[in-house]
């Protein structure tokens, strides 16, 4: 069984940073794309961003793109999310997401089989 299990959610004042980790375990994790995508209040679900099963290439919404950075270690089945220059609007919940029989990464959220339980990060102004 396929387990996501997501971490370092928190409390940070606008302009910092944080990390966020996911592990994964179930399956053999190098074979497939990873992806993060976040849910604020009263709004859907969205991509933040995504990375090929073995790195090699990475997808960013624009809202993020040069402030949020993914990536994986394969050897340890964890996937990261590094985010910096927080803003407010990056409050949300952040979900660790995995495709099923796909390495290529993908911002459609269908596109997705398995889900964590989320992590909140919270950015205050």
């Known amino acids: 069984q396929v387990q996501l299990v997501e971490s370092g959610g928190g409390l940070v004042q606008a302009g910092g940073s944080l990390r966020l980790s996911c592990a994964a375990s179930?399956?053999?994790?190098?074979?497939?794309?990873m992806g993060w995508f976040r849910q604020a209040p009263g709004k859907e679900r969205e991509f933040v961003a995504a990375?090929?099963?073995?790195?090699?290439?990475?997808l960013y919404a624009d809202s993020v793109k040069g402030r949020f950075t993914i990536s994986r270690d394969n050897a340890n089945n964890m996937v990261y999310l590094q985010m910096s220059t927080l803003k407010p609007e990056d409050t949300a919940v952040y979900y660790c997401a995995s495709r099923d029989g796909s390495s290529r990464p993908t911002g459609r959220e269908e596109g997705y089989a398995y889900w964590g339980q989320g992590t909140q990060v919270t950015v205050s102004s």
């Open positions: 179930g399956r053999t994790f190098s074979s497939y794309a």
């Open positions: 990375i090929r099963g073995g790195g090699s290439i990475t």
